[in-house]
């Protein structure tokens, strides 16, 4: 009896345990990405264009797309870029294990900006706790590692020069750009890189095309980006560029 009575008393003490113990709630499926983040499919015998970065090139992806559909098939990196030590560190993820023909790329307005002592982000500049996410020397290091990888992939490879900070950006100072893309640009031609200079492109036209104190661009300003993106996906396949009269 005594046994008897032993398992009966651990069954009803198994049983409040089980009863007391939260409940896992059911696993939420993962959110299907949407917009520029989608996957798309690839149209066969198209080739492959890759585009990495930050949230301009979200902006312009698109209508990138747009522009060469029927050409290239344009894929996006699923998340915003950063800054270079993210591309270190996501980088092999972001390639895959597919081929790559056109791999057209940046980095550089997450790692000018400012961070606080606590890691608040896009500080003030002017305060002297605050420190640039990735200072100069370090982007230098981190681009130079980055190319290497990315030769590695053989595909054709072009760095788009990083977009003017205009006055008044938070976080940001004016000029720091040409800083960083002058370092940039020593790396890409010791490598024989092709350069999409949507700096010059923009700097002419900031006040049409960029937001105010921001620098994020307009709809339109992410179409006049994309234009350039665009031609000079073109050109590194080796292929005529668009029309841009028929593309408006």
Do not use: C
Not at 18 to 34: C, D, E, F, V
Not at 165 to 188: C, F, T, W
């Amino acid at each position: 009896m005594a046994a008897a009575s032993f398992v009966v008393l651990a069954g009803l003490a198994q049983a409040q345990q089980a009863a007391a113990a939260p409940k896992k709630s059911p696993k939420k499926p993962a959110r299907a990405r949407k917009g520029p983040m989608a996957p798309i499919k690839d149209v066969d015998g198209l080739p492959r264009a890759l585009l990495i970065g930050d949230s301009i090139s979200i902006g312009y992806t698109l209508d990138t797309r747009k522009l060469l559909a029927g050409k290239v098939n344009v894929h996006r990196i699923p998340t915003n870029g950063g800054p270079t030590s993210r591309g270190l560190a996501s980088l092999d993820d972001w390639l895959g294990k597919d081929k790559w023909d056109v791999i057209h790329f940046n980095w550089g307005l997450h790692d000018l900006k400012y961070m606080g002592s606590k890691g608040e982000n896009l500080a003030n500049p002017k305060v002297p706790t605050s420190k640039q996410q990735i200072p100069p020397d370090q982007y230098a290091k981190n681009m130079r590692g980055l190319v290497v990888l990315l030769q590695k992939t053989g595909a054709k490879l072009v760095w788009t020069t990083t977009t003017p900070v205009p006055a008044g950006a938070k976080g940001r100072v004016q000029g720091d750009s040409a800083r960083y893309n002058a370092i940039a640009l020593k790396i890409m031609t010791d490598n024989g890189v092709a350069v999409d200079d949507l700096y010059a492109l923009a700097l002419g036209q900031l006040s049409k095309i960029q937001q105010p104190k921001n620098v994020h661009f307009t709809a339109e300003g992410s179409r006049i980006l994309a234009r350039q993106v665009a031609n000079s996906i073109l050109k590194a396949l080796g292929k005529p560029s668009l029309d841009v009269k028929k593309q408006k």
